[in-house]
């Protein structure tokens, strides 16, 4: 959102420095073992990237990405196993992202992870399309992150 | 010509038996009333112009003739009673009856009968003066016909003098206001009307004495026992017969109901608004929470170096920061009391666009703000806040594929008072023309099921609470379509409210 004029006062707080997290010893030899992948999504950077951060530690390879096109993009690359994404992002939702990447990967598993309680319509929109996925309501703990991800491998 | 045959003077009346005879005889030709004469044994003697035109004989006709010609046969028995009375030389007074036409049309009349004496006093017939009641009892029955009417209604009706005097009361003003007819008749009109509201009525009597019409004037007014009655008026002059204007009538009709009913519709969208503001605010702080969450597990991780740690923490406070702002900024007016406070509207529109933000960002709308208001004003905060959520949340509606949302608030100058204006404009598709004209209808929505159609309605009654006005515009020409909502919310309009009113809960 681009707010022109000079009077708004976005409510961030000071702009998030990038930050470099740091690569787990074994991720060197990731191409040794082969780790579930999961893709990563959302428009809020630090939560993407911390949550890589914190899967990469749990063993899993990731990739994050903080919208749904570069999300595409990078799918084909990274050909992943799991797709964990947000709902509410600008451009093309969670739920549009994960009705595409299914019809692109049937293998893919899918996990939505969203802070809002006001995404019934979204919701309600995919499952009339024959869509039903898994939500984690935000926030959420990271081991719980974790327990999720690895139910959804077991199932 | 007279004079000069008598040779009386002009000044002096004619007292000779013949001119007082002639005197008689002019006023009995001319009178509008039959004037009929008879002998004992009931037959007509003199029959004057007034008979002939309203019984329709003339003289020739029926002077010689029994007086039961004009008595339908079924009354002939009152004639013996009429002639007994006569001869014992009393006075029928007033004798409302029913006579017959030469047409044998029977009709409605009242008479007057004396006896006729001679010089040496006794009587030797009847004299009867009798006049055509058709009319007057038409209007009567018209009569008794509309207060039966004005009695069965459910609406009070009361009638007043150009004074404010109470002259008429019914049924429905006894059941409105709890008063009976014979306390209140004679009563001043301002006994009704709370003491802070009795402007009204010398407003209400200056545009009487105009002869204007004033109607559905939405007020409250009092009962006996003191108690508020929200009613709808409409005050109508009563003109005489010249014209002139002599009272008003007001009919008053109880909406407490639906007053009660709009009430309840504006209590359930500002659930139905806190409820949508929840979530988007919810959407806000558990973003940088989620965030925090990660990134404190992230520090507590054992092979860290100091530096790592402190990266990790340092963006947990700034995101907590964030939590602190967003929530300072959404949450602050559900502290809103309902009693007005002095606050910038800027910082209102600014809570209601932080609220939407990620809406706003997901939704791909750009806002463009231009706050010039510098002046505090005083008004209700959460009912503005939910105003503008309202129009702000109607505004993202309408711009599902982007646009830009404006938003000024500027102080205008006017001369029954400055007031500040707000004006909110969109890009999006804007509203059909044949819609326009509803969208501040109750249950209007063009959303299907996901509008409640009462967003707007009550944004209406809220900026009208504050003494404000409320408009809309919009147009769908393609490439150039939009909407844009301007309201004024003057310096001096939530203190206005009448404790009395019976609009405050």
Known sequence: MVYLGSVICLPEGRPPRPLEFPKPASEMHRHSVQKPRVLVVDDERILADTTAAILRRAGFETMAAYDGFSALDNAASF??????????????????????????????????????????????????????????????????LVESLKALREN | MTQ??????????????????????????????AIISKDLNGIITSWNDGARRIFGYVAEE????????LIPIELHHEEDFILSKIRSGERIDHFETTRMKKSGEKFPISVTISPIKDESGTIIGASKIARDISERRRLD???????????????????????????????????????????????????????????EEEEILRRLRVGDNIEHYETTRLSKQGEIREVSITVSPIRNAKGEVIGASKIARDVSNQKKVERLAIEAEKIATTGRMAAAIAHEINNPLASVLNLVFLARQPDLSNQEIRDFLETAESELERVSHIARQTLGYYRDTGKPSEVHLKDLMENVLSVYRSKLLA??????????????IRVRTGEVVQIFSNVVCNAIDAMPHGGTLSIRTTRIVRTEGDAIQVVISDTGSGIAREHLDKVFEPFFTTKGNLGTGIGLWVAKQLVERHGGQISISSSTDRGNSGTIVTMTFPFRGAEDEGVGSGRER
């Open chain 1, 79 to 144: 050909n992943p196993d799991y797709l964990l994404t947000d709902i509410m992002m600008p451009v093309m939702n969670g739920i549009e992202l994960a009705i595409t990447l299914t019809k692109m990967y049937p293998a893919l598993r899918i996990l939505l992870f969203s802070g809002q309680a006001g995404i019934a319509n979204i919701l309600e929109k995919s499952s009339r399309m024959g869509f039903e996925f898994p939500l984690l309501a935000k926030p959420v703990h990271p081991m719980k």
């Open chain 2, 141 to 199: 029955d018209s009569r008794y016909r509309l207060a039966a009417i004005v009695d069965s209604a459910d609406d009070a009706i009361i009638s007043k003098n150009l004074d404010g005097i109470i002259t008429s009361w019914n049924n429905g003003a006894r059941r409105l206001f709890g008063y009976e007819p014979e306390e209140i008749v004679g009563q001043s009109i301002l006994t009704l009307i709370p003491n802070n509201l009795r402007h």
């Open chain 2, 363 to 376: 939704h791909d709308i750009t806002v463009e703000s231009r706050f010039t208001d510098l002046r505090k």
């Open chain 2, 62 to 69: 029926m002077v010689g003739q029994p007086i039961l010609r």
């Open chain 2, 4 to 33: 000069s045959k008598t040779g009386t003077r002009p000044d002096r009346p004619d007292l000779s038996i013949e001119g007082i005879r002639n005197f008689l005889a002019a006023i009995i030709a001319s009178s509008d009333d």
